[in-house]
Structures are given as C-alpha cells and as structure tokens.
C-alpha cells in the first residue's frame, strides 16, 4: 500500500492559463474522487468514478473542469481558462468500497 | 439538503487532557454514516473514526470516541489522553446511504499545548 500519490503538489499559473493535475489512486481500489479544499472550508465534492466510468459530476465543475480515468487507474483533472477563484487545494481519494476513503496530500492550485 | 455544522473553529487542549470537537448535522435520510477525518499539516486527511446511523452503540478507536446522539443530529468526537501529535483539523463528515458523496464541515482546528 503505498498510498494515494497527487502530483503535483503545488502549482501557481497565470490567469487563462491551462493546468493539469494527476493522481494516482491504491493500485487495487477501484473508485476514485476529487474534491476541492479552499481556505476555512472543508472538501467539497467534484467528480466520482467507479473504475474508468466518471458516474458523477458536481455543478461546481463548471465547463472549464474535465477529469478522466483512462483504464481505470490514474486520474486526471484539467481546468482550462483557469481564473483566480479556482485557486484552491484539489484533493484527490481512492476507496475499495463507500466505507473508507484514502486521501492523497493534494495538490495547491494559485491562479495569479 | 444535507448540511454538516461544525462550530467550533478552533480548540485547544492541554497535553493528557481530554477535548470534545462538536458537529451537528442535518438530514432526513435514516440511512447514513458519519465520520470524523483528521487533516494535518502535511495534508494527507485520515479517516479517524465512523458510526453507521442505524447503530445505537457510540463507535470507539483507541484514544477516540463519539457521542452519537441520532434524535439531537449531533455526533461529537472526544479525544482522551491528547497528544501532541493530534494537532490537527478536524473535519466531521457525512454520507447519505447507497451513495458515494461525503459532505463535510468546515472544520476544527485542534492545538495540543505541551
């Protein structure tokens, strides 16, 4: 078990700008999720998959957000066009079942 | 809507003694869970503890345990002993049965004082 692995850890971009971000799930934990941290507020919920099925999108994912699960292993979420109030912590959990969710450290986004 | 409340935005507690965290929450679901996650300052949240909703017995992790009062929609962490390496946030979440979204609160920032 080596844990849930976020990469990168910290990111600042300029307004507009692209960015990417990766997480790498517990090699046999089949769901996945990412959620937003901003500062004084705990996680919100932003997208779910079930092995490489997206099953749930929050409306907080505006249509600058995407994320993918190709195979069913690492996941990935893009923000295009990125603005500053998508500055914020991106967290990323894998789980076997709904019982138990293990985080990654996340990674912390500032959009100058 | 469900909402998780955590009121208290920061805790201090002396070293050996023992704290409570407070949260409430709110729903009309009568299958749930509710969880206590600790996040330190390295990041990485842990789960702490969990009480299925349907369980009368308050759940208990070693130096850890909840005051789950259903009726009330409270669910209180009490940590006993406390060390210093449980400084930390503190978030209280919950899960609506059958599905996989967590709710959190805003969270408790706990200081152990040596």
């Known amino acids: 078990d080596t844990g849930v692995s976020q990469d990168p850890r910290h990111k600042i971009t300029k307004r507009g700008q692209n960015v990417t971000f990766r997480c790498d799930p517990i090699?046999?934990?089949?769901?996945l999720y990412w959620y937003r941290q901003t500062l004084g507020q705990g996680p919100e919920f932003l997208t779910y998959f079930q092995n490489e099925a997206q099953l749930e999108k929050s409306r907080l994912l505006s249509d600058r957000f995407s994320a993918e699960r190709p195979k069913g292993s690492f996941s990935t979420l893009e923000i295009q066009r990125t603005e500053q109030g998508d500055s914020a912590m991106y967290l990323c959990?894998?789980?076997?079942?709904?019982?138990?969710?293990?985080f990654g450290s996340g990674t912390q986004l500032s959009v100058l | 809507a469900q909402t998780v409340t955590q009121s208290q935005p920061e805790m201090s507690v002396q070293e050996a003694e023992t704290v409570t965290l407070s949260c409430t929450y709110d729903t009309s679901e009568s299958d749930y869970y509710l969880f206590w996650y600790k996040q330190p300052p390295s990041r990485q949240m842990i789960l702490v503890i969990r009480q299925e909703a349907y369980k009368q017995q308050n759940a208990t992790e070693n130096r850890f345990s909840v005051n789950f009062q259903k009726a009330a929609k409270s669910f209180s962490l009490k940590i006993s002993d406390s060390q210093l390496g449980d400084a930390a946030m503190y978030f209280c979440a919950y899960r609506r049965g059958g599905t996989y979204k967590y709710i959190f609160g805003t969270g408790t920032r706990l200081k152990v004082l040596a």
């Open positions: 959990a894998s789980s076997l079942t709904n019982e138990k969710l293990f």
């Open positions: 090699s046999e934990h089949n769901r």
